[in-house]
């Protein structure tokens, strides 16, 4: 038995991580160490050495990216196909036990999966059955506090109403009358899934004693960020029996907005004293600059865990910063950058951008677009998530489940077919004093004769519809019965009538979405429809369609996790927007705030750049923010600054493709330049910052000590300074 591949690329400590005997083990080390290599090593060495069957073994990670990346990591590894590895996200884990189980955990056997947009609408529909006044009691917040609960374990009948206050009182009512509607129309959302797994554990110890016996051992990444429900469902799972592998970085915690405990570290070392802990050091990622950067950032914070991390790597370049005049300014700079690193040999896709506010992408898209660089974007606006996707796979969940009836309401009247809202508030309301689905409801009024004119014949088409697209079910693969769902609706005309250039753009996604249902692979046994529209809902936001084209990637920090690229951008390194003004007045939350700017630092391998604008559009206002602390907070002798002011590309407003750069416009008639300063008799010194427009009606933005202004060159008695 050769064991050399799995022990050979590993360093001393790594590989007592990797084959420490069966006894729960704690790996904690900081970005980069190789966590998750020892866990991927690890699940090799339990295979090949104790000879622990591929079904032996649950790994959690935390992205569905992750885990499909590790899992051809240990395919590769061990030659295997990588079918039987109980490999997954916590929900996507919990999602296969929950199907798998669903009498004894008391769901229907068609259960959906609630993603946040229908929790959302879900949310309305019981507030307004409920009367309760939206205006006043915001759904988004009611869907907050809802999730907020259920990542505590926390069910409506679990919380203690108090009279005396009405907030609870009133979160509660629609907690409760939500449950009741998702168990009456076999509705899971993202929190009920481990929620009700935990619970199905506890009620059942027979099937609980099953899984113990089945897992061998259990391992997890990104252990910082669990959260309360997750790790007591870790914790039930292991019980006595099963070893666990826990890996994690107490400075990477970013998730504690969203319910993440990072005291769970902690928990766990109190929970299983046995368990071994082993530190990991030695930095493979990046170079000494950029982890020098890191660890001066990081140690800003107060009770950390403590590490420090080194590498015997070279220097590397120093971390670029540059101030951008505005955003287009700090967009146009990174695509030339871009340009630059493709010219020198560099795939795109080495390349991430990576920003704190997804609003923030599109300024940063559109450069892309101008200068033709192929890019996708991670989270955000989401393939699944967009709404031509969506409405196909309303009627997809419908031909699979006709009580579904978020994907009832979404695609009932799209495209319109005459039910307006009065019909569907008649349709709501059987529905909700009856106790049945809206589609039951539906086809009650039609028996009844209670419908009329365009309504009657538009919902008779419409189930119709969907009844015969069922009735095809068995003859048609996948990609068939989407086709003729998408043609057969007309949803495809109706989004390609739709106005500008949204229309185009939709009937390509649904023709993505065709193309993804004939790659849709699932085991034997395995109702191909379901799996999928289970998939979508999980799997939403990390997928995209062109997976296979060089492109240079974008994503939020917070999805930026795990990963690492040769060349990092970090955009809008700006107070208030990172670190972000929700958290400039708790210290808690600016202490999340610097882990996440340890984890963007963290991400670059070879090269860093930062930038900040000193005006910033977002949000549709006009911002001047300060350089943020954290770029403050890295030692000088890392960073260089980069200041283009006498070659920078015009904002786009303004710039037309190769026109030269200020030569013969009136600006630089008047002799100005972007980043000039200039004095103003009234307004007194500023620094010309943008200008858009031409001839006599050009206008300059000057940044005046008192705020940015709009003048008309031809009548603004500038001076240059
Ligand atoms: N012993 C080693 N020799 C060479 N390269 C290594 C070694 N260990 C890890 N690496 C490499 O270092 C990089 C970082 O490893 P890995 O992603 O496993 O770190 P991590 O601790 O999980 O980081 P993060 O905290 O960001 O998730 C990877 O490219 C990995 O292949
Ligand atoms: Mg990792």
Not at 332 to 358: F, K, M, P, Q
Not at 474 to 479: F, G, H, I, S, T
Request: charge should be negative.
């Amino acid at each position: 038995m050769d064991v050399s591949p799995i022990i050979d690329p590993l360093n001393e400590a790594q590989r007592e991580a990797v084959t420490a005997q069966n006894a729960h083990l704690l790996v904690l080390a900081g970005a980069g160490s190789g966590k998750t290599r020892v866990l991927v090593h690890r699940m090799a060495w339990l295979m090949q050495v104790d000879q622990v069957p591929a079904t032996g073994l649950l790994a959690v990670t935390f992205t569905n990216k992750a885990a499909r990346e590790m899992r051809n990591r240990i395919s590769e590894m061990m030659n295997l196909s990588g079918y039987g590895l109980w490999f997954g996200t916590f929900h996507s884990i919990a999602h296969r036990l929950l199907r798998a189980h669903w009498q004894d955990a008391g769901l229907p056997e068609n259960f959906q999966v609630l993603d946040s947009d229908d929790q959302l609408r879900l949310i309305k529909r019981v507030m307004r059955d409920l009367q309760i006044d939206e205006t006043r009691w915001p759904p988004k917040q009611v869907q907050w506090f809802i999730n907020g609960q259920k990542d505590e374990g926390l069910r409506a009948d679990h919380i203690q109403d108090n009279p005396g206050d009405h907030f609870v009182s009133v979160m509660l009512k629609i907690y409760r009358q939500y449950e009741k509607q998702c168990q009456l129309s076999g509705l899971v959302d993202f929190g009920e899934l481990l929620l009700r797994s935990h619970e199905l554990w506890l009620k059942k110890p027979a099937l609980l004693g099953h899984y113990q016996r089945r897992f061998q051992h259990i391992l997890v990444d990104e252990f910082q960020d669990t959260n309360t429900i997750q790790y007591a469902w870790l914790q039930v799972l292991a019980g006595q029996r099963v070893p666990m592998t826990i890996v994690g970085d107490d400075d990477q915690s970013i998730y504690g907005w969203r319910g993440a405990r990072i005291e769970n570290i902690q928990k766990f070392q109190q929970d299983f004293p046995d368990a071994r802990l082993v530190r990991l050091e030695q930095n493979y990622r990046s170079t000494q600059t950029i982890l020098k950067a890191a660890n001066a950032v990081i140690a800003n914070n107060q009770g950390r865990l403590g590490k420090e991390l080194w590498t015997d790597g070279p220097d590397g370049e120093l971390i670029n910063l540059y101030a951008a005049f505005n955003e287009q300014d700090e967009a146009n700079y990174i695509a030339d950058t871009i340009s630059a690193w493709v010219d020198d040999g560099n795939l795109r896709s080495e390349a991430a951008i990576l920003y704190r506010s997804n609003a923030q992408s599109r300024v940063l898209e559109e450069a892309l677009l101008r200068q033709g660089i192929p890019y996708r974007v991670y989270g955000g606006l989401r393939f699944y998530d967009r709404q031509e996707i969506r409405n196909a796979l309303g009627y997809l969940r419908l031909v699979h489940y006709r009580h579904d009836d978020a994907a009832f309401e979404r695609v009932v009247n799209t495209p319109p077919r005459g039910i307006g809202a009065k019909s569907l508030g008649e349709l709501r309301e059987l529905a909700t004093g009856q106790g049945i689905s809206l589609w039951q409801a539906a086809e009650r009024l039609l028996e009844a004769g209670a419908m009329k004119g365009r309504a009657k014949t538009g919902l008779q088409q419409f189930i119709g519809l969907i009844e015969s697209l069922a009735a095809d079910q068995d003859e048609l693969d996948l990609k068939q019965l989407t086709q003729r769902a998408i043609e057969g609706s007309g949803l495809r005309d109706h989004h390609a009538n739709e106005k500008g250039e949204k229309a185009q753009a939709r009937v390509e996604n649904l023709e993505e979405l065709v193309s993804a249902m004939a790659d849709f692979e699932v085991e034997d046994g395995i109702d191909p429809l379901s799996e999928f529209i289970a998939q979508a809902a999980l799997d939403a936001g990390e997928s995209q369609a062109d997976e296979h084209q060089d492109s240079v990637q974008l994503m939020t920090l917070h999805s930026a996790k795990g990963l690492e690229f040769p060349l990092v951008f970090l955009a809008g390194v700006e107070e208030g927007l990172f670190p972000h003004s929700m958290s400039l007045e708790e210290p808690g939350r600016m202490e999340e705030e610097r882990r996440l700017a340890y984890v963007g630092i963290t991400r670059a391998m070879k090269r860093l750049v930062m930038t900040y604008a000193e005006s910033r559009r977002l949000y549709g206002q006009e911002k001047f923010h300060a350089l943020s602390r954290f770029v403050r907070e890295v030692p000088g002798d890392c960073i260089q600054e980069v200041r283009l002011r006498n070659t920078v590309t015009r904002p786009a407003l303004t710039q037309r493709p190769n026109e030269g750069l200020f030569d013969s416009t009136p600006m630089a008639d008047a002799g100005l330049q972007l980043g000039q300063r200039v004095h103003h008799p009234k307004f007194g010194e500023g620094v010309v910052m943008n200008c858009e427009g031409s001839g006599h009606h050009t206008r300059v933005q000057v940044n005046f000590d008192d705020g940015a202004k709009w003048l008309v060159l031809a009548y603004a008695p500038l001076e240059k300074l």
